[in-house]
């Protein structure tokens, strides 16, 4: 079962790598993309030096410092210098899982095996904490949208992000609500094939209703807000850097579209699906698509890439093994 299961594991990779070189390929085909032609457009690098710092000092300490704070209500102390380790590490392993957000997994072994005596409690607080960050992410999303009325083919996004946080809301209703949960699980027994699907919200079920919801709202829901609006912002440096000044009221409306697409796990850390987002959404704006993509890497390569590289350090010198991280 373990050697089915290992070539399973290569065989997706494998495909998904496929994928994501096939998106690319795809994009640089259809739009005629030359990123040597934009190698030195970076004519305001000065832009750059507050995307670093977000990188580097903000996004790092409030994403350790909103994780402490479900970490405290699940009953566990932990320090904010070691969940901003966890956070690089888990970013430099997961950088090949599938989706933009793979390193969540990582993130939920490193505390769990941190906190052996509470098998599933710290490994909840990650699954809370991304159940409310999609559905904050999607009403970013929907609620800037509102403001922009000159692009008609928002409405198409606006709808896409209502039925995902709709989706998302029910999931987490299920699962943190005893009495739908009930209901669900006993319909989900009868079904042969859901015995899985049960298995999985029976375990989220048990961990996430032992969360205080509202206590943790009250203090994370601001720096989950900071946070998310930074990831905008960075995206603002980015085409400032460039010297192209969009108003920042597009940015607020098709970001936070294009990290829904981008959690879709087809493709190894999103590429492909990421940049095609940036190029159909920036292109309604006038964008040219070797920009729009130039962008899209920039931001990854920031945002995800020099973290990872630091976890990469850390994982190095802590002699954190990849047969580790597997298991």
């Keep these: 079962m373990k050697i089915h299961s290992k070539v399973l594991r290569k065989i997706l990779t494998i495909i998904q790598a496929i994928i994501s070189i096939g998106l690319l390929f795809h994009i640089f085909l259809r739009y005629n993309i030359s990123l040597l032609d934009r190698a030195s457009a970076l004519s305001m690098p000065a832009w750059l030096i507050l995307s670093f710092f977000f990188t580097l000092v903000l996004i790092p300490f409030l994403s350790a410092a909103r994780w402490n704070i479900f970490l405290f209500y699940s009953g566990i102390t932990e320090k904010l210098k070691q969940l901003i380790k966890i956070n690089f590490i888990s970013i430099f392993w997961g950088i090949m899982l599938p989706s933009s957000d793979g390193f969540a997994a990582i993130r939920m072994y490193l505390i769990e095996k941190k906190h052996r005596d509470k098998p599933g409690t710290s490994g909840s607080t990650i699954i809370a904490e991304k159940l409310l960050g999609f559905i904050l992410l999607c009403f970013f999303g929907i609620f800037f949208s509102l403001f922009i009325h000159n692009i008609p083919q928002i409405a198409i996004a606006r709808t896409v992000l209502i039925l995902t946080a709709i989706i998302i809301l029910s999931i987490t209703l299920i699962i943190t609500n005893s009495r ?41 829901l601001p720096i989950m807000i900071l946070i998310q609006l930074t990831t905008f912002i960075n995206v603002y ?10 108003p920042i009221i597009y940015h607020l409306a098709f970001v936070p579209v294009i990290q829904i697409i981008s959690l879709i796990p087809v493709t190894i850390s999103g590429f492909g699906i990421r940049e095609g987002a940036f190029v159909h959404f920036y292109s309604l704006v006038g964008i040219e698509p070797t920009v729009a993509f130039s962008v899209s890497i920039l931001n990854f390569l920031i945002l995800t890439g020099v973290p990872a590289f630091i976890g990469g350090v850390i994982s190095i010198t802590g002699q954190i093994h990849k047969r580790d991280v597997v298991k």
């Design 237 to 246: 440096l980015l085409f400032r850097a460039m010297d192209i000044n969009i």
């Design 180 to 220: 739908i949960y009930n209901y669900v699980s006993l319909r989900l027994e009868k079904i042969r094939f859901a015995g899985k699907v049960f298995e999985f919200l029976s375990g989220m079920h048990s961990s996430l209703t032992r969360l205080p919801f509202m206590k943790i709202l009250l203090r994370a």
